[in-house]
């Protein structure tokens, strides 16, 4: 079974439709590469992709011992190459955790956090920057 199907839209636009749940991304091309801007790019979403995941795999690790991380964060910043070929260079994901989480548990999510599909699946040459905050 397709995990998700996709149309290309026209002016650089794609509207991808995900299979199981029926939900639809769109993405444009960024300013930068003759883009409009005005959705993620597929790049951008490769970028948020690994922050979520690395998201969820630790809040799988929460479940499993009952700690709330709920209404975590996490922000990213995408580096792109500046040589050809047009690549993802680094990406920066900074995440925002409950300073009520004691040190082994920081410890565990963290290490957790860096098995995620998405980080494991980047190329080498892609470098993550990943930071964990406690506020």
Request: aromatic share 6%; with cysteine; net charge negative.
């Amino acid at each position: 079974m397709n995990t998700a199907t996709a149309r290309y839209a026209g002016h650089l636009r794609t509207e991808a439709t995900h299979v199981a749940s029926s939900n639809v991304i769109q993405t444009d091309a960024p300013t930068d590469n003759h883009g409009r801007g005005e959705a993620f790019s597929p790049t951008d979403l490769v970028s948020t992709a690994l922050g979520s995941c690395m998201m969820t795999v630790m809040g799988i690790v929460a479940e499993r011992h009952q700690w709330d991380l709920v209404g975590s964060t996490f922000a990213v910043v995408k580096h792109m190459s500046t040589e050809a070929p047009r690549r993802i260079a680094q990406i920066d994901v900074t995440f925002t955790l409950p300073a009520t989480l004691a040190l082994t548990e920081r410890t565990l999510l963290e290490r957790s956090a860096h098995t995620c599909p998405v980080g494991l699946s980047l190329h080498p040459d892609v470098r993550q920057n990943i930071v964990f905050e406690y506020k």
